[in-house]
């Protein structure tokens, strides 16, 4: 199996500060990989890191065999790489449908063509439209993003992140902040736009951490402490500590 | 109340086009003033300058404190143009000479737009206000090509006349300008339809989210920038062929701010907006220029209340209209619009009465101290007059605050009731 | 030798004038997001009241009210007119302050009218300081230098030393952190635009004798200091400094430099005609390309280190 994305020795800093700690880190092409650990261990930063928000510090990351380090993050998009956010981060003056049209343009090749009409393009219309049934919210349609109640939006923020057909999707806290039914119904979105797909998330949520993913890698204060299939995770020492040390339930 | 479901494109569409045409064609024939026909040229060549405008402020989010650059060396470019024609150096019908216009205002945003664009907000605001200086200083320096101070001057008829047609009588300019003016009209509307027309949208709202999804936020407003420039070199174009001279003004910083607060009082937000802007900006200019020299102050007085209390426009302060007139609901704004608009001429009267006096006491103050206002003569140096003056003032303000609170209390009833009537 | 150290005593007072203007506006900037349009507007009044005040009071008097006095015009125009739009966001501020600058001018014609008004160096300051070689150098500059001196030093003890100052320094890296400092914001952000704009004030009163009062002196000095501060680097006072002094050196010395590129050319055994290409520009003389070059600056500036020079915020 080949390696969709790698890291090697990933470091970050700000000031003085590391964040990020030598993590090293192969996801193979098609594996649900989810990264846990407790708050403040730089799950986020390392998203930030691999989708080209923040520079690195040191060390490379690799797509498909491929060092992207260094690339602004929409050319690291345009090779196949694509990610929510946290906070929901999407065009809220936008209809849904338009909010999904403008993820596909680029994929679909259109770029910044100014003499192709927009509703005239049948492959990105209909493909607009699948992505919004697939999520779930074609009765949505032409309702501004600002509008849509909290899970809608995490919806079409998933909507628009894999709507561009990017073989590698991360995830960051896809059902934050939601209700038990919310979440149960996001995991079934997510296990559907990720199938055949390398999809990585940051996950507070175990049942759906554990539900979801093939393997899990731990991260603590910005180094991978461990990183294997689930059932293995379930038993570590190490983590169970780490865990139990850091957040007190 | 059913939905009627009808694709916009068809009648709605043709409707607005075929009218605004039609509208534009007979205007000159039914308004025979002697001053019209300036005016409604001046206002074919402002409506395609500020909807060009409007193509970085309303499309993509970028003030421009410089925009006559592009319109300004647009008009430069055409008239060495025509004067080479004229000259015989190369042929080019002068009805397609707005197009080197043009051309001349894309190149320049190429040359410019790069370094403008890197950023979005108050730095390409900062930029452009400097690549607007920069330019408009270099036309002092180089003589040659920006004629100096008497500016370059042209002669638009020439060659033969073809059907009768010679650019002779400013009625014939007039219907060129409105033929570019429609035929740029639809290309800027065609514009906001295409994958970057609505890429600028989506870079103007969330800059992060269009690199995420593949889009260089730069390359975006870069473009933009490139195709606005373009447009505005076209209002250029034919601002050169209307008024037959381009001096340093046309580059100048009154000429940038002017496009500005005519986009932003029309509503940078609609795309009719700046059409609606242009129309007030240049009869408002016509018409209160005509009556006082104190003009610019109204104006600028009506752009900050806008800014205030209406950043929408007048476009949106008409379009928040349209579902109360469909509510059947805005008898209950007359009677507060009414004591609005007499307290609001009260208000009116004082500061207009203050502006004037003042004006008249530091121009003319020793020389001719009798003034008229509103049908009354009477002395600047006298107490009387002031008197009553800041009285309306300060008393048309009270008042107006009390009508103001009135429209306020009606417009919050208006909102409760569409709201219900939406949940039920 | 002569002409150097004239010019360059010039270049410092002009530039120490700017940093008045530049200082102003970058605290208003850091701290509040606002870029202030009409920052030289309110140097434009601050030379107008002193020039009333002057009439009345006598210049020293005036030049500690008419600041005062452009100050509080500040704090009310933040008071009700910024803080109204504030909810718009920073691109309407501007629009705000754009639109406030136009009143200002045209407030100007009102009142004082069109032309120059004659708002003169007092005759206590005016005659030589010391004579440089055979130049006697004007008293008046050496005391514009020196108000500005003693204005850089009180803003360098009020950041240092006062509380407020202590708040601002703060907006000044952080600024995101202030809001949540528990002070009393919307009170501080009067206070400093209030502050900035007596800057602003306190400059007009003493340029605007040694230049001229005119309605269009706002929108002459506008643009140079927005120059000032995208080369200094947005939201660094240091920055401003230097690039205040950048500025007033290139643009003083330009303006006495008389050589024209052909000129330099010719020295270097080219010759340059009207026939060679581009003609033109080999012709201009550096004082004509002056004005230009302040842009010119910024222009390359942007290309090479968009930061500016101190700059650590990129726009």
């Known amino acids: 199996m080949s390696t969709a994305i790698e890291l090697r020795g990933v470091t970050k800093r700000f000031g003085n500060t590391e964040i990020i700690r030598g993590v090293d880190l192969a996801v ?12 403040g261990a730089g799950k986020s930063t390392l998203f930030n890191l691999i989708s080209g928000r923040y520079p690195l510090s040191h060390g490379d990351i690799l797509l498909n065999g491929e060092s992207v380090s260094g690339l602004k993050p929409f050319q690291i998009n345009r090779k196949g790489l694509s990610r929510s956010f946290q906070v929901t981060n999407i065009f809220q003056r936008m209809s849904v449908f338009e909010n999904i049209r403008c993820a596909v343009l680029w994929t679909l090749g259109y770029k910044y063509s100014f003499w192709h009409r927009l509703g005239g393009l049948k492959d990105a219309n209909l493909h607009a439209e699948e992505v919004m049934e697939s999520i779930g919210l074609k009765a949505r349609r032409d309702t501004p993003a600002g509008v849509l109640s909290y899970a809608e939006q995490r919806a079409l923020e998933i909507g628009v992140t894999i709507a561009g057909g990017a073989e590698v999707i991360l995830l960051d806290e896809p059902t934050a902040g939601m209700s038990r ?6 995991v079934e979105l997510i296990r559907k736009v990720s199938q055949g797909k390398t999809l990585i998330m940051v996950e507070h949520d175990m049942g759906v951490v554990f539900d979801l993913a093939d393997k899990i890698s731990v991260l603590v204060y910005g180094e991978v402490i461990a990183s294997d299939v689930p059932d293995n995770i379930r038993g570590n020492k190490a983590v169970q500590e780490a865990y139990l040390g850091t957040e007190a339930h | 109340m059913a939905k009627l479901k009808y694709r916009p494109i068809n009648l709605g569409r043709w409707l607005v086009w075929g009218g ?14 002697g001053f019209t026909l300036t005016l409604l040229s001046q206002i074919g060549v402002g409506i395609i300058f500020a909807l060009s405008y409007n193509m970085l402020l309303g499309q993509g989010g970028m003030l421009s404190f410089g925009h006559a650059v592009y319109s300004g060396l647009g008009a430069y470019f055409t008239v060495h143009a025509l004067n080479l024609i004229s000259q015989g150096a190369f042929h080019f019908p002068v009805t397609l000479a707005p197009i080197i216009g043009g051309l001349a205002g894309a190149t320049f945003g190429v040359i410019f737009g790069y370094v403008t664009t890197k950023k979005a907000g108050t730095t390409f605001a900062m930029i452009s206000l400097g690549i607007g200086e920069m330019v408009f200083a270099c036309s002092l320096m180089f003589a040659g090509f920006f004629g100096g101070e008497a500016g370059v001057s042209t002669n638009r008829v020439m060659g033969q006349s073809f059907l009768g047609i010679t650019y002779g009588p400013s009625i014939q300019v007039y219907y060129l300008i409105v033929g570019w003016a429609l035929v740029c009209m ?8 295409t994958p970057l027309g609505r890429m600028a949208n989506a870079v103007r709202d969330n800059p992060e989210r269009a690199e995420f999804v593949g889009y260089d936020t730069h390359m975006v407003r870069f473009l933009t920038l490139v195709l606005s420039g373009f447009f505005a070199g076209i209002a250029g174009g034919l601002s050169c062929i209307n008024y037959e001279i381009v001096t340093a003004e046309n580059v100048g910083a009154a000429a940038s701010g002017g496009v500005l607060i005519a986009t932003f009082i029309g509503g940078a937000g609609f795309f009719f907006g700046p059409i609606i802007g242009t129309i007030v900006f240049f009869t408002m200019v016509t018409a209160v220029g005509a009556m006082t020299k104190a003009w610019l102050f109204y104006l600028g007085l009506l752009f900050l209340i806008m800014v205030l209390y209406a950043p929408g426009g007048f476009a949106s302060l008409i379009l928040m209209h349209v579902p109360v007139i469909k509510a059947r609901l805005m008898r209950r704004l007359l009677l507060p619009y009414a004591a609005a608009l007499v307290t609001g001429a009260v208000l009116m009267a004082g500061l207009v009465s203050v502006v004037e006096m003042t004006y008249h006491f530091s121009l003319e103050a020793g020389t001719a101290p009798g003034m008229k206002l509103f049908g009354f003569a009477f002395n600047v140096t006298s107490a009387t007059p002031w008197t009553v003056a800041v009285g309306l003032l300060i008393g048309g303000f009270v008042i107006s605050r009390f009508a103001w609170a009135a429209v306020g209390r009606a417009w919050a009833d208006i909102v409760h009731i569409l709201q219900d009537r939406a949940v039920v | 030798m002569e002409f150097f150290l004239i010019s360059m005593l010039n270049s410092v007072s002009y ?6 203007l530049s200082s102003g506006l970058t605290i208003i900037f850091s701290m509040m997001g606002v870029l202030n349009f009409a920052h030289a507007s309110f140097y434009m009044i601050g030379a107008y009241f002193a020039y009333q005040l002057s009439g009345w009071l006598g210049f020293w008097p005036a030049l500690v009210c008419a600041p005062l006095l452009v100050g509080i015009v500040g704090m009310a125009v933040e008071r009700y007119g910024l803080r109204t739009v504030h909810k718009y966001g920073h691109v309407a501020e501007l629009l705000f302050t754009f639109g406030l600058a136009y009143l200002i001018e045209e407030a100007v014609h009102l009142i004082w009218g069109r032309s120059s008004v004659p708002y003169v160096i007092p005759p206590s300051l005016e005659g030589a300081a010391f004579t440089l070689f055979s130049t006697d150098y004007p008293l008046y500059r050496v005391f514009m230098m020196v108000v500005s001196v003693s204005m850089l030093i009180g803003i360098y003890l009020t950041l240092t030393r006062s509380r407020i100052g202590l708040v601002i320094q703060a907006a000044l890296t952080h600024p995101q952190t202030v809001e949540t400092l528990g002070h009393n914001v919307p009170r501080v952000f009067m206070l400093v635009f209030g502050g900035g704009s007596a800057l602003a004030g306190l400059a007009g009163v003493i340029g605007g004798n040694a230049f001229i009062t005119e309605p269009g002196m706002a929108a002459a000095v506008g ?15 240091a920055g401003a400094f230097l690039a205040s002094l950048l500025i007033g050196t290139l643009q003083t010395f330009s303006v006495a430099l008389d050589y024209s590129f052909a000129d330099l050319l010719a020295k270097l055994g080219i010759s340059i005609g009207p026939d060679t290409p581009l003609a033109a520009l ?12 302040p842009y010119l600056l910024m222009v390359l500036m942007l290309i090479f280190r968009p930061k500016g020079i101190l700059g650590t915020r990129e726009g």
Do not use: C, K
Request: proline share 7%.
């Open chain 1, 28 to 39: 193979p092409r098609g594996e649900r990989h989810a990264i846990i650990g407790p708050n």
């Open chain 3, 223 to 237: 643009p140079i200091v927005f120059v000032v501060v995208v080369v200094g680097g947005m939201g660094s006072l």
């Open chain 1, 181 to 186: 039914t919310e979440t149960s119904d996001a």
């Open chain 3, 15 to 20: 530039g120490l004038l700017l940093f008045m």
């Open chain 2, 186 to 193: 639809a290309a800027m509307y065609a514009w906001t339809q």
């Open chain 3, 282 to 293: 080999w012709d201009l003389t550096i004082a004509q390309t002056g004005p230009v070059l």
């Open chain 2, 20 to 33: 605004t045409a039609l509208v534009m064609i007979i205007l000159p024939l039914i308004l025979t003033a």
